[in-house]
């Protein structure tokens, strides 16, 4: 099992009133000139938020909701701090509650 970091927003503070695609897309560069792998993933409508024990942070998180998953707990501990006003938190997975951590209830 794995641990993942999450911070949570609003898709509209995330994607539209933060500069959050300039900061993932340095983050990725510079991950590719490392040659490290991917740690980070960027999901609207998160459905980790349905697990029982996510109920307070989903009540908390206007809709729609939008996370930053990683498994990399400073990387996200360095959002919080950019990004201020931001749920976050951390969960195991896969488990009986969340059997997929980066799955989203929003289908395109």
């Not at 340095?26 to 024990?53: C, G, M, S």
Request: charged share 20%; glycine share 0%.
């Amino acid at each position: 099992m794995t641990t993942y970091y999450y911070v949570l927003a609003s898709q509209h503070f995330l994607l539209e009133e933060e500069p959050l695609e300039e900061v993932l897309k340095e983050r990725t560069r510079n991950y590719h000139e490392q040659e490290k792998e991917i740690d980070f993933w960027l999901v609207k409508n998160p459905a980790f938020l349905e697990a029982p024990e996510m109920a307070a942070n989903k009540a908390k998180c206007p809709k729609p909701p939008v996370a930053i998953i990683s498994t990399n707990s400073q990387f996200i501990t360095w959002l919080k701090l950019r990004l201020e006003y931001v749920i976050t938190g951390e969960f195991p997975a896969p488990s009986a509650t969340i059997p997929n951590p980066l799955a989203s209830l929003t289908t395109v």
